[in-house]
Antibody, heavy 122, light 108 residues
Framework: EVQLVESGGGVVQPGGSLRLSCAAS????????MHWVRQAPGKGLEWVSL????????YYADSVKGRFTISRDNSKNSLYLQMNSLRTEDTALYYC???????????????WGQGTLVTVSS | SYVLTQPPSVSVAPGQTARITCGGN??????VHWYQQKPGQAPVLVVY???DRPSGIPERFSGSNSGNTATLTISRVEAGDEADYYC???????????FGGGTKLTVL
């Protein structure tokens, strides 16, 4: 059974940093690209970042580029999101999500974690 | 950047058909995916690649995509279908995933 479990959320002041983790199980982790998607309270889904299966390619939403860094450790079946220079508008539930297929163009996400809440507030 | 436009809300009576649209420039040339999200839960993929269903998703859920509009159709709507629905595409010109703003489906 595929499982994605996020952790690392919490309350941080503007300008601070947090590192989110996503522990994956139930599939061959390094075969699949992984994503972070966030959802501000009462708002819609916003894509944040993507990393390829081997970690060699990364992509970011314009709203987080230069502040967030996605990475993965395939030996630990884990995905990470290092978030620096946090702003109040980064407050959201952060989900990790697995792509449906290996190396597909235009990917869909077939599994999502339950999310970890990040609150940026003074 | 590529923009996907969804109606904020759609209402339908039980047993009727709900249609949720997703508008985008030449969206018919892209693969569109649809997610259902109920309150307090993570999104669930209900249609991918315009019209395919993941295993476990009822046949009542179907999709189409042509021109500038993709559509998620839910036939014989049930109370349990009440949720927010999001469309999604990959914008290859910017290497970004894009989500629509979401549509709240209300079952009357």
């Amino acid at each position: 059974e595929v499982q994605l479990v996020e952790s690392g959320g919490g309350v941080v002041q503007p300008g601070g940093s947090l590192r989110l983790s996503c522990a994956a199980s139930g599939f061959t982790f390094d075969d699949y690209a992984m994503h972070w998607v966030r959802q501000a309270p009462g708002k819609g889904l916003e894509w944040v970042s993507l990393i390829s299966g081997d970690g060699g390619s990364t992509y970011y939403a314009d709203s987080v580029k230069g502040r967030f860094t996605i990475s993965r450790d395939n030996s630990k079946n884990s995905l990470y999101l290092q978030m620096n220079s946090l702003r109040t508008e980064d407050t959201a539930l952060y989900y990790c999500a697995k792509e449906l297929r290996i190396a597909a163009a235009g990917p869909a996400f077939d599994y999502w974690g339950q999310g970890t809440l990040v609150t940026v507030s003074s | 950047s590529y923009v996907l436009t969804q109606p904020p809300s759609v209402s339908v009576a039980p047993g009727q058909t709900a249609r949720i649209t997703c508008g985008g420039n030449n969206i018919g040339s892209k693969s569109v995916h649809w997610y259902q999200q109920k309150p307090g839960q993570a999104p669930v993929l209900v249609v991918y690649d315009d019209s395919d269903r993941p295993s476990g998703i009822p046949e009542r859920f179907s999709g189409s995509n042509s021109g500038n509009t993709a559509t998620l159709t839910i036939s014989r709507v049930e109370a349990g279908d009440e949720a927010d629905y999001y469309c999604q595409v990959w914008d290859s010109s910017s290497d970004h995933e894009v989500f629509g703003g979401g549509t709240k489906l209300t079952v009357l």
